[in-house]
């Protein structure tokens, strides 16, 4: 029998006859075989060791503090759009970014004294042909569209590849594309004054998307007439939400068929556009979410801290001992702990969301309700903390069923020292090797009945030969 396995048992090439047994792998190059495998065993337990969170009870229990602490600075502090306290801060963060841009943008570098003045500059200079508001111009051909929602209409105003693409498409042909109704619509010489500035191919590409870019940071905290009254404006739309334009854009050139539910996620999308729900409301969504990451990071580095030096000898303190021990990023503990915190914080959120949302509907649920106040940011980030444990735990199982840690490790290590005691008896390639429980084998009766001829040979006295069943279960410690 050549290599043969038989249930947990291995023979490395052995030939038995009536007379004698052969023998063709060597000790050293099985010796060699076997060590091999127990560095690849070692690295294994290693990399699971990587895959297995570490997480005591107090862990648990400060993440999910966490959780419910952000969840409740969400439902009270962030709400819905033009009714939240850090979105008024937020707010006036996007409108003195807006104000530096245009000051960067200003040849003298000019400093801007209300957002009015930045934004009149900044739409003077990053021209487009795609603005129509549907206030006195072509855009009162587009059904419904007016000064609140063609931002999110406008293909071109969404921050996103595709509205890059038609940005682009609209600046070199001329043309402006709007999604309404479930359809996509298009006005050709969209502005009679419209020239796209460069001189040829690259430099056209180069301005059209200067052009796109400065003109959604002039839209990103209103209008100038929003501005000039002190309103909150519209912003652009949130790139969570603007798919629901592309589903439709992408379908309606392809020919495909726009289904009612197409249609239904994108008016909701629209809906919650004109109650305040853009980018600025987005990132103010964003706060607990990042609050709420910061404090389970912290708490982790801070408990491994305190048990790093008090474990650790002073001897054998060094930095990158800590940093192994107290890093808060990549092992699997508080990536664990992250899950909860969110999971906990998604819990409140979700609650506050859908109760809301049967108030605001006097008994039926409002879904424009539950969307403005569900905090998409989070549901995204526990769902990324989701997958995360997902794959590891498909990892942990995969790489559990392929080595049986503790017994292969041991079986090999007691291989590889018999082996060495082996090698220094017997020098020559003749030798039989055991290398998984033999006592086992539903071959080892017959193979230590034949094993007596080579027994022989190799001079062992009479009384430690194994001869029948009996002295083989014996020496196994059988019964």
Known sequence: MNDMITGNNIF?????????????????????????????????????????QQCDK???????????????????????????????????????????????????????????????????????????????????????????????????????????????????TNTSHFVTDGHLVSLQQADEKWELQGKNLPSKLFCGFVNWFGHLVSDVA?????????????????????WTNDILAIKAKLGLNITETDKSMNELALKIFEQGYDVRFQTTQAIPVFLNEMIVRFIYSVRRLFKYFSETSRSDQSFKLMWEKCEPFSNPSVKRMLTVA???????????????????????????????????VGVGRFAISLYGETKRAISYSHAKNEVDFAVK???????????????????????????????????????????????ELRNVSANKILRNKLDIDKYFGGK
């Open 222 to 242: 209103g209008s100038q007439s929003s501005a000039r009254k002190v309103n909150r404006g519209m912003g652009i739309p949130s790139p969570f939400w603007i």
């Open 12 to 52: 490395l090439d052995l030939n038995i006859d009536d007379n004698k047994f052969d023998f063709f792998t060597s000790i050293i190059d099985a010796l060699a075989q076997a060590e091999t495998e127990l560095l690849v065993l070692n690295e294994s337990v290693n990399s699971i060791k990587n895959l297995k």
């Open 342 to 376: 969110h999971g906990t914080f998604c819990l409140i959120d979700v609650g506050d969301a859908v109760g809301k949302a049967f108030v605001s509907g006097k008994g039926t649920f409002n879904a424009v309700e539950f969307v403005l106040r569900l905090n998409i």
């Open 58 to 172: 107090l862990d648990y229990i400060l993440a999910a503090s966490s959780g419910a602490l952000c969840g409740i600075v969400d439902i009270f502090l962030v709400g819905k759009p033009e009714e939240s306290f850090l979105g008024d801060i937020t707010d006036k963060w996007f409108s003195a970014r807006t104000m530096d841009f245009a000051k960067l943008c200003h040849p003298d570098k000019k400093s801007f004294d209300n957002l009015e003045s930045a934004l009149r500059f900044l739409e003077k200079n990053f021209k487009v042909p795609y603005d129509q508001t549907g206030l006195g111009d072509t855009g009162r051909a587009v059904f419904d569209l007016n000064a609140k929602n063609h931002h999110f209409k406008s293909l071109a105003h969404n921050p996103s590849l595709l509205g890059l693409f038609f940005s682009i498409l609209n600046q070199f």
């Open 409 to 455: 490790e041991i079986i090999i290590r007691n291989y590889i020292e018999g082996l060495k005691v082996l090698s220094i008896k017997y020098d020559d390639t003749r030798l039989l090797t055991f290398v998984d429980d033999f006592q086992k084998s539903n071959a080892y009766k017959d193979a230590f009945g034949k094993s007596i001829a080579l027994a």
